[in-house]
């Protein structure tokens, strides 16, 4: 296995990654801000999303003038709860894995 690409960097090196997690001092306003927003926008779309696939059909028409039929909002809707619930947990294995790593460096 070579130990340098064709760049001449050497692969498998730390010395040019950076993270979030490496920055120094207290998050910002902003950045706080950012952080709770990616929370709220898959909870509050779970929250607002109609259970039936029909109400889901009328609220697309209604907010895009789209008409979809039951089979495609069925989909569509399940669609999006799949991708919330995966962004939802995205973010809490993020968050799980932060603190590991924050507690092993601790110690």
């Known amino acids: 296995m070579k130990t340098h690409c064709s760049c001449?960097?050497?692969?498998?090196?730390?010395?040019?990654?950076?993270?979030a997690a490496q920055t120094t001092g207290p998050l910002?306003?902003?950045?706080r801000?950012?952080?709770?927003?990616r929370w709220l926008i898959p909870g509050?779309?779970?929250v607002l999303l109609p259970k039936c696939p029909i109400c889901f059909a009328a609220y697309v028409a209604l907010g895009t003038g789209i008409g979809l039929?039951?089979?495609?909002?069925?989909w569509l809707r399940s669609g999006l709860v799949?991708?919330?619930v995966g962004s939802l947990l995205y973010l809490a294995g993020s968050r799980?894995?932060?603190?590991?790593?924050?507690?092993?460096?601790a110690s």
């Not at 801000?33 to 927003?37: I, L, M, P």
Request: net charge positive; with cysteine; glycine share 6%.
């Open 8 to 19: 001449g960097a050497a692969t498998g090196s730390d010395a040019r990654k950076t993270t």
């Open 28 to 31: 910002t306003l902003w950045q």
């Open 33 to 37: 801000f950012v952080k709770g927003v």
């Open 44 to 46: 509050i779309t779970l």
């Open 69 to 74: 039929s039951v089979t495609a909002a069925t």
């Open 82 to 84: 799949v991708l919330c």
């Open 96 to 105: 799980i894995m932060a603190y590991r790593k924050r507690r092993q460096s």
